[in-house]
């Protein structure tokens, strides 16, 4: 019953639609106010799963049934490329695009799911939803080499993200504890360089409780 509820938050109440416009508002001034003098192509990061695209579905679909993730569901789910976008995701991908920003999306998504994924991002018209600016989940799940990679050869001006895993190492399969401590430690960096959305379904967070 808790991922009813949380998915029934996040489908139904104006509160969740205002945190996701109020991240990608906030993601928009930083981008209209970035004044650092560049010679590197501009660019922005971002995850897919609960910052641009919404599974509440999925979950609400294993709630019905009495459980909780498991991959063939998900595989399931993902080959519809049905998920719809956040509430101004799209908007806000476009508007960047418009201001010669690339858009990059690194995701945990597997290598099987590339395809679908793509095909979901393009339903959408979603800018640069292409093979050389989707990054899938390869050996590990961390996202920091991927995140390094595109750094080499553009100028990153914010990451957007639902796990603080989505921003830096610092969050890596860190315990509760550590997690709280490098959150405070980056403090400046959020609602700078780091956009966070909400997700109470999954994520890091959960895991921690329990280590």
């Known amino acids: ?105 690194i995701t945990n998504r597997e290598q099987r799911e590339r395809a679908s994924t793509l095909k979901n991002l393009q339903r959408f018209d979603l800018p640069n939803a292409d093979e050389s600016h989707l990054l899938t989940k390869q050996s590990t799940s961390s996202k920091e080499v991927r995140r390094q990679q595109v750094m080499r050869n553009y100028e990153l001006l914010i990451l957007m993200g639902d796990n603080l895993a989505d921003f830096s190492s610092l969050f890596d399969k860190k315990t509760e504890e550590e997690r709280r401590y490098n959150t405070d430690l980056s403090a400046g960096e959020f609602g700078k360089k780091f956009i966070v959305f909400p997700n109470a379904n999954y994520g890091d967070c959960k895991r921690s409780l329990y280590t």
């Not at 695009?97 to 990059?104: D, G, T, V």
């Open 1 to 105: 019953n808790g991922k009813l509820f949380s998915s029934l938050f996040q489908q139904r109440a104006a509160e969740y639609r205002a945190l996701c416009l109020q991240g990608y508002n906030i993601a928009r001034l930083r981008i209209d106010n970035y004044t650092t003098q560049i010679t590197k192509p501009k660019a922005i990061i971002t995850d897919i799963d609960e910052t641009i695209l919404d599974n509440s579905p999925y979950a609400v679909h294993q709630a019905y049934k009495g459980k909780e993730y498991d991959s063939p569901s998900w595989y399931e789910w993902t080959d519809k490329s049905a998920a719809d976008t956040m509430p101004g995701a799209a908007a806000f991908l476009k508007y960047a695009a418009s201001k010669n920003i690339e858009i990059f999306y």
